[in-house]
């Protein structure tokens, strides 16, 4: 029988890739890959995450997925060890007719057993089944594809919908519409995707996300318009926390998530979410805070992958440190502005705009987007040194990489002279 890890291992090598290549590409372990390869499956957390990794992998490496999940099933079969009788005794010689009757007595006289047991103890009365609130009994809907394993990739048609079984409820994601990008439909909102985009969801509304989808191509030159799309079961002991990268990598950063502070019910702007923030900076990065004020802009400042979150610094394009609030313009009475923000790297941003338009999303290196403000905003940024802020054309640095911060940007009045100023200055 054809190996199924020889089978992996070719195909990368035919590709000339590499595990760590592969590993950032899939998001599968390294460890994992390996096993897979030299089919030692016994390192890998069950079966059905060895079917995912499968699946995804080979899909990665142009394979038939589900020719490589038949030869892992056929090698498990043959992994089952026979009965010792079977090893020490030859075939049966004398009356097969006979032997053949009895055995058909046996199966029926179990099968009989079986059916009555099933009847008397297994099946709900008609009364009791009746009492049963419908919700007791979820299931998806005829047609739907029913995410059974923890990591699929496949095409998608648009208005396909997935079924997200949940603690025995099916949640349900549909493939609004595809175009130049992926719009989902969850339930309570929408979710927007690029190619190469990842975005974490929130299924069921419990404030802490349940599934990680990955948009990898579009196909929209035909009649069916299609998405390939990557989607992976969070675990839950680990929701809101994916990385990325790891702490002072460069650019890239950390994503230590600002999505903790909702995951744990901390709202938005409030002083628990700030804390929660920064003592997940400090956690990830080691780093203790300071004694008091801005940061001495040495040489090891420079260096260090981030900051408490009551650093206060703020750094304008010219590279000069601001120990405080910093004034982007003045004039007689509020009025309207823009937030232009580029990315320089993965970064995840959460945005309050005059307490009514809020969003939480995830942006790569080259990305941009503009948020139209009246009075103020807030923001939660995961790695600020790969972001850049620009309003009224005044481009500002909010922070170093891997450093969590939060963000205002509002008009306030000055007690001296009554006019107003647009600054941008710590969120308390």
Partial sequence: MESLGRKLREAREKHNYNLEQIARDTNISKSYLEALE??????????????????????????????????????RIQEQPMPMSELLQGRPRGRPRSRLLVLILAVAVVVGVGVFLLVRYGLPRAGELAARPPEARPAAAEGEYVLSDEAVTRWYSQGETVSVPIDGEHYRMSFAEVGDRLTLKIPGGTVDLTVGQT???????????????????????GSNRRA????????????GLVAEAQPGTGEAGVQASAAGAATAGVQ????????????AQAGNTGVKPPEGGAPAATE?????????????SLQ??????????????SAGAPAPFRLSISFRGYVLLRYLADGETRDERFFHKGETFALDVKREARLWISNAGALRLSVGGKDVELGRPGEVVTRTIRWSQSPETGGYRLQVLPSD
């Fill in 300 to 312: 090891a400042d420079s260096a260090a992958a981030a900051t408490s979150s009551e650093s206060l």
């Fill in 268 to 279: 938005p702007g409030s002083a628990g979410a700030a804390v929660a923030q920064g003592g």
């Fill in 316 to 329: 304008a394009a010219a590279g000069a440190a601001f120990g405080g609030p910093l004034e982007l313009q």
């Fill in 38 to 75: 030299e089919e030692n499956f016994g390192v890998i957390p069950g079966d059905t995450y060895v079917l995912g990794f499968l699946r995804n992998y080979g899909e990665y490496l142009g394979l038939n997925p589900e020719e490589l999940v038949g030869l892992y099933r056929n090698l």
């Fill in 199 to 221: 975005r974490q969801i929130d299924l069921d509304g419990n404030l802490s996300h349940d599934i990680r989808a990955q948009l990898n191509d579009l196909d929209v030159t």
């Fill in 228 to 239: 390939n799309l990557s989607i992976y079961r969070l675990p839950k002991a680990a929701e």
